[in-house]
């Protein structure tokens, strides 16, 4: 017990000491108390700024406060000289007012015993509904001079159509009807044919075409229009072709996507086109053909910059009836820009294209009458057209327009002589069968050439007076063929001066055409030949004078100059022809 009352005296006397500290003495800081300024440059943000209210507060002193005005006027009588003058109406002088009647009939006979005839039917309802019929019938007796063959013509067109505008949309349908009679007179001046071979020759050929065509427009929808046409042509050589044409245009609104944009516009095509012919030129077999396309063309315009701008594209599918392997699909551009320079004065323009065309036996014939009925039909593929130029209007009464192009085409159509089978004596072949009419060297077959062309076009119109314009136009080619030696029976220039005055009692017009060189080709007995058609001027006046605004007389001169040349080879035109009638106007017959 003492002992443990030791070791706790000892452990308390132990952590006393350890407690207590040695006295030192304190000693004063010598380090006095600064202010430091710390100076770097300033970033200000947008944060830091003092923000106004939206509607301040503002309070005025008394002293800037705005003070109320007050006005008095002081009348006091002043004496004037001023005189009121009344003005007088100024009006501009439109011309007197030409009555516009619903009928014509126009009878007329020329020299070359050159019956015409003319008339226009036309009526409307009260419904917004019209129909008309038109009629025009020309021939002519022998009218070339010098051919040993008949160059007589004869052409009869008949049209009739109806016309009616519902609520919402307006359709329409006609019928067209044409007879068209030619001869095949241009014999082979380099074969003496007997008078015997010339009498048993039939050089006549008629054409026959029966149309029936129908549209509607729908403007308030997104399709704004489609037609159709139904054909059927044939000729006196038991040929005979059917064709249906079917297109119509969409309208594509991108508004209501929410975006601000112009329409988009789709046109679709389809044609189906069929026929045969009885016999070909140097085999004796039926000719047949058929083709069926499908046509698309997107196009989006729109303005930017004061440039007008079309982009689009044309893609067809063409299918062969007769031979499969010429089914193919064909694309094109559809670009152009436009852009005035000077506003109005010069507008310059530029662009791409291209498409598909058909060649019918009907179309062919169209533009040279004297084919054979024996022809091998392709279509012509328009591979590019690019084109640039620049029209605009010089003052108010001249109007121009200037154009460059270069275009590549497929299978492109030229007209060449067919070699004659009889030797001016013969008339038969040797398996029994006679000469038709057209295989005396007098027609024409279609060649096709693979062409690339450069052209220039140029055109130019003045309104001299109210009453007085004139103006011209011309263009020039130049192809670079594939295969073929020359552009057979096609111009590389050709020109045309138009003017026509007008006046209450008078009226004259006249056309001046000019045609440039020309190829053709002519075949001797053992080979052919390639001969010069030259060029040639052709002047042609009209006018007439007004009775009363019922009747009328008229005067057509065609060739006046009396010039001979050659439309196509060995076709020599008719000379000076001058056709005299008598046109009655009126609005009703009853």
């Known amino acids: ?97 030409e009555r516009i009647f619903d009928n014509y ?122 037609d159709i046409a139904v054909r059927y042509f044939s000729d006196s050589f038991e040929s005979s072709e059917f064709a249906i044409d079917i297109n119509s245009l969409f309208q594509i609104p991108l508004g209501r996507a929410g975006y601000d944009l112009e329409d988009i516009y789709l046109g679709f095509s389809t044609n189906f086109m069929g026929g045969h012919f009885a016999n070909g030129y140097d085999v004796r077999n039926t000719k047949k053909y ?58 310059l323009y530029v662009g791409a294209s291209g498409d598909f065309n058909v060649n019918s036996h009907q179309s062919l014939s169209e533009k040279n009458p004297f084919v054979s009925p024996t022809l091998t039909l392709l279509p012509t593929n328009e591979m590019y057209n690019f084109f640039g130029g620049i029209k605009g209007v010089l003052t108010d009464n001249v109007n121009y327009n200037v154009k460059a192009s270069y275009k590549n085409e497929e299978n492109k159509s030229f007209y060449v002589l067919h070699k004659s089978k009889s030797d001016g004596i013969n008339i038969g072949s040797r398996d029994g069968f006679f000469y038709k009419g057209y295989e005396y060297g007098n027609s024409f077959d279609v060649v096709y050439d693979d062409v690339k062309t450069v052209s220039v076009f140029g055109e130019i119109s003045y309104d001299a007076t109210r009453n007085v314009t004139i103006g011209f136009s011309g263009k020039y080619d130049n192809y670079t063929l594939k295969n073929t030696q020359e552009a057979w029976n096609t111009p590389q220039l050709k020109a045309d001066f138009f003017g026509k005055y007008k006046a209450d009692k008078w009226f004259v017009a006249t056309n001046i055409y000019f045609v440039g060189d020309r190829k053709g080709l002519i075949y001797n007995t053992t080979d052919s030949k390639t001969i010069s058609l030259k060029s040639y001027i052709d002047i042609n006046i009209n006018g007439g004078y007004h009775f009363n605004p019922l009747l009328s007389v008229f005067v057509k001169a065609n060739n006046i100059s009396n010039t001979k040349y050659q439309r196509f080879t060995n076709f020599n035109a008719q000379g000076i022809q001058v056709i005299g009638g008598i046109i009655w106007r009126f609005d009703t017959l009853f």
């Open 290 to 347: 058929g083709i069926f396309y499908v046509g698309l063309n997107p196009y989006y315009k729109f303005k930017y910059n004061d440039f007008d701008i079309k982009i689009g594209a044309k893609a067809y599918y063409s299918m062969d009836k007769e031979n499969s392997k010429n089914s193919k699909f064909f694309a094109y551009p559809d670009v152009s820009i436009s852009h005035p320079v000077i506003h109005k004065i010069a507008n």
């Open 1 to 97: 017990m003492k002992k443990f009352i030791v070791l706790i005296t000892l452990f308390v006397s132990t952590l006393a000491t350890a407690q207590k500290k040695p006295s030192v003495s304190a000693k004063k800081d010598s380090i006095k108390t600064e202010v430091v300024n710390v100076v770097t440059s300033y970033a200000p943000k947008v944060s830091d700024a003092f923000k106004i209210k939206r509607r301040p507060t503002i309070n005025l002193n008394k002293d800037i406060e705005k003070k109320e005005l007050t006005y008095k006027i002081i009348s006091v009588p002043v004496a004037s000289t001023f005189v009121p003058k009344s003005g007088t109406l100024k009006g501009i002088n439109v011309g007197k007012k």
């Open 105 to 226: 009939i126009a009878v007329g006979f020329g020299n070359n015993i050159t019956p015409f005839a003319e008339g226009y039917m036309h009526s409307s309802t009260p419904f917004d509904s019209e129909y008309g019929a038109g009629l025009t019938f020309i021939s002519s007796y022998d009218p070339v001079e010098d051919t040993k063959l008949s160059s007589s013509f004869l052409n009869i067109d008949f049209d009739l159509f109806f016309k009616q505008e519902e609520r919402y949309f307006d359709w329409g349908m006609g019928v067209d009807i044409e007879i068209n009679k030619h001869n095949w007179y241009g014999l082979p001046t380099n074969i003496e044919f007997a008078e015997a071979t010339i009498n048993t020759i039939k050089e006549s050929q008629i054409y026959k075409s029966y149309k029936i065509f129908g549209n509607v427009n729908i403007p308030d929808s997104n399709i704004k229009n489609a």
